[in-house]
T-cell receptor, first 110, second 115 residues
Framework: GDSVTQMEGPVTLSEEAFLTINCTYT??????LFWYVQYPGEGLQLLLKATKADDKGSNKGFEATYRKETTSFHLEKGSVQVSDSAVYFCALSGAQKVTFGIGTKLQVIP | GAVVSQHPSWVICKSGTSVKIECRSLDFQATTMFWYRQFPKQSLMLMATSNEGSKATYEQGVEKDKFLINHASLTLSTLTVTSAHPEDSSFYIC???????????FGPGTRLTVL
């Protein structure tokens, strides 16, 4: 079945540091790929998505590229802020359902 | 963007009682909604897929008689936890699928505490 493997956190970075959160997937067919963010005390919000190979999703300075050859969708941001502290979930949309990774907690310190 | 609401945002109930949680898509119609359960420091676990006008599809290991799902309209799905027990305490999250964008939009979640 479909699966998403996500690097375990927590990840602690200083403000303005470069962020990479790794995500790889296993799926049949050609799934859409997503990154969701969950801020403390809130529900999940769609951060960005990509629907086909080589697509790059981007939002709020975050970006991720759909790499079919490596089955990856790594999340990156060039300069993180304290307000980016949250849990980030990688997900794929397969046959009629979405499969989530375990989530990576990011803590950005001033 | 698309908005999904959940009500209530939190609820505390006594063991043995039933609790109903509502999930609404506010600005789009959702023929399919999903119910998830999230345990502390863990990912979301899909419980069931709710289809408007038909029976819900439950994931393996989820008791359909305990977690009753009704999807009565294109904008509303409800989850009823029947005869709740302390082990049912969790964070329940719904999402609604916008087929036009192939994207799920999530509600803010409902924190259930069973005493």
């Amino acid at each position: 079945g479909d699966s998403v493997t996500q690097m375990e956190g927590p990840v602690t970075l200083s403000e303005e540091a470069f962020l990479t959160i790794n995500c790889t997937y296993t799926a049949t067919g050609y799934p859409s790929l997503f990154w969701y963010v969950q801020y403390p005390g809130e529900g999940l919000q769609l951060l960005l998505k990509a629907t086909k190979a080589d697509d790059k999703g981007s939002n709020k300075g975050f970006e991720a590229t759909y790499r079919k050859e490596t089955t990856s969708f790594h999340l990156e941001k060039g300069s993180v802020q304290v307000s980016d502290s949250a849990v980030y979930f990688c997900a794929l949309s397969g046959a009629q359902k979405v499969t989530f990774g375990i989530g990576t907690k990011l803590q950005v310190i001033p | 963007g698309a908005v999904v609401s959940q009500h209530p945002s939190w609820v505390i109930c006594k063991s043995g009682t039933s609790v109903k949680i509502e999930c609404r898509s506010l600005d789009f119609q959702a023929t399919t909604m999903f119910w998830y359960r999230q345990f502390p420091k863990q990912s979301l676990m899909l419980m069931a897929t709710s289809n408007e006008g038909s029976k819900a599809t439950y994931e393996q290991g989820v008791e359909k008689d305990k977690f009753l799902i009704n999807h009565a309209s294109l904008t509303l799905s409800t989850l009823t936890v029947t005869s709740a027990h302390p082990e049912d305490s969790s964070f329940y999250i719904c999402s609604a699928e916008d087929r036009g964008t192939d994207t799920q939009y999530f509600g803010p979640g409902t924190r259930l505490t069973v005493l």
